[in-house]
């Protein structure tokens, strides 16, 4: 058999979504592609974390959308979804809220009907808040018993401070008063027209889009919602005692810019080289030379007003310091060795076919609209990422580790056990 040839895109040509400006002012965006028989349909509400009033109130609010309505129990919901193949899925970060609608096109009218309850009709019953919470408060204590987590959220606390919105951590013990009232009042306030846009991807003909128009276009009125962000209050290192554990959790980076900034991308080159792939500078050291870890990312993380440079890695209790001192020097290698074209085309590589792997299909590329919606541009957006990420250089590679990767501007947090045993 003969292996076929590799072709590395030079550019990638995205359809442009169409924007259809509903009565209530909710935007919806269309991304026909005929040849595949189904339809999602995602609503992306500006409804994350920053915006609860009460701890926990925005991931309680959008899981237990499905939990009953005024019409069905959540038994029923979930039935009405299995019977026609239909998936539902929630996913909830610190800006934003998405909730998404996957159907066979033949079905599309029972499953908008089912999201309609869902999404407009929510009855939040007292029972299944209940459950809710004892199930996450239970899942969360065990969770803050990693040292994984342990380091994630010192690390947050470190870049923006304690009492960022960006920051904070909530106790666990706070699922035991959040109320039905508080759930409500997330949603009444949050989930309306003004804090929505939608993005409709797949077979979409008259019918379809009507009905997904339709169904958009009953979400209330409201206002847009803002949060006040204070300036960040970054701390530079943080060390986090875990009493026995045989592993230490390491996170490296820094606050920097979130994706509209002109660096970006070449940052994200940047961290790419050092640990956005298995054979990455970092991979090749902690792990192929000395076996610290079984693996090591980085990567830049772009929230709505914030950005920043992150690495994570867990390694053996008793090499902690030495696996610190291995990941400073390779940093400071980027900083002070020009990379060779070889290592950075293989990175550009990467990179592309990445970006070609999250595109593959209707529901990736609605995927990459929403991301392209949320950064204030459009698709064409694409092509021009892929051509700066070409046209990055070693001395740019160089320059911009040097400019923003200097040792006494990075913060390090980590979670182990202090005596190195």
Known sequence: MKQPPLQIPDTIDLPAAERVALPNGT????????????????FVFRAGTVHQRVPFAASATANLLAEGSDRLTAREIAEQLDYYGS?????????????SFATL??????????AAEILLHPAFPEPELRTYCAKRRQELAIERTKVETEAREAFARCLF???????VSSPAE???????????AHYRRLYTAENCFVVCSGRIGDAERAAVAA?????????????????????HEARIAHAGAVQSSIRIGRLLFPRQHPDFLGMQVVAAALGGYFGSRLMRTLREEHGYTYGVSAAMVNFEREG???????????????ALKLIYEQIERLRTEQMEEAELALVQNILAGEMMRILDGPFGIADATIENILCGTDNSAIAENLR??????????????????????????????????
């Open 215 to 235: 169904l958009a276009g009953r979400l209330p009125r409201g206002t847009r919602a803002e949060v006040l962000f204070p300036a960040p209050e970054t701390t």
């Open 105 to 114: 096109s033949r079905y599309f009218r029972e499953t908008l009907a089912t």
């Open 161 to 167: 401070g304690a009492n960022h919105p960006y920051g």
């Open 308 to 322: 920043y440079f992150a690495l994570a890695t867990q390694v053996g209790t008793e090499v902690t310091e030495d």
């Open 174 to 184: 706070a699922y035991d008063t959040l109320a039905r009232s508080d759930v409500e």
């Open 87 to 99: 998936y539902y899925d929630v996913s909830v970060d610190r800006d934003f809220v998405y909730l």
């Open 388 to 421: 700066r990420i070409r046209a990055v250089a070693p001395a740019d590679v160089q320059r911009l580790a040097a400019r923003y990767l200097r040792r006494e501007d990075l913060v390090t947090a980590v979670a182990g056990d202090p005596s190195g045993k």
């Open 27 to 42: 935007a919806l965006y269309l991304l026909p592609a005929d040849e595949f028989e189904v339809l999602r349909v995602t």
